[in-house]
């Protein structure tokens, strides 16, 4: 079992930039992880915005996030990390972390990801 919370979300005007932290618990190690941040916007489907494998430190982004946000990992700290720069009013929504065993699929593929976080509120405004 793997325990993620999240924190670092709030209110920002556009323009600005905020850092959303993931601390990991549990049963945590393993070789191959897929790591990811997800986004919920009220009245859509979440989606997947920004993954890291735990091989190589590969990380991958959606286009809309693409150049303004950065997902990372401190491995010493368990924590996984998402700096989010010039945030737009279409970037506000709940925000969660997820991981999950790689399954030999791309961590963009946005399945396989069975353990999530509880979710953090970002708000932008114009």
């Known amino acids: 079992q793997v325990q993620l919370v999240e924190s670092g979300g709030g209110s920002v005007q556009a323009g600005g930039s905020l850092r959303l932290s993931c601390t990991a618990s549990?049963?945590?190690?393993?070789?191959?992880?897929?790591w990811g941040w997800f986004r919920q916007i009220p009245g859509k489907e979440r989606e997947g915005i920004a993954s890291?494998?735990?091989?190589?430190?590969?990380?991958r982004y959606v286009d809309s996030v693409k150049g303004r946000f950065t997902i990372s990992r401190d491995n010493a700290k368990n924590t996984l990390l998402l700096d989010m720069n010039n945030l737009k009013p279409e970037d506000s929504g709940t925000y969660y972390c997820?991981?999950?065993?790689?399954?030999?699929?791309?961590?963009?593929?946005?399945?396989?990801?069975?353990?999530w976080g509880q979710g953090t509120q970002v708000t932008v405004s114009s």
């Open positions: 997820a991981t999950g065993s790689w399954r030999g699929k791309p961590c963009d593929d946005w399945s396989g990801y069975n353990y």
């Open positions: 549990g049963d945590t190690y393993s070789s191959r992880t897929c």
């Open positions: 890291f494998f735990s091989v190589g430190g590969l990380a």
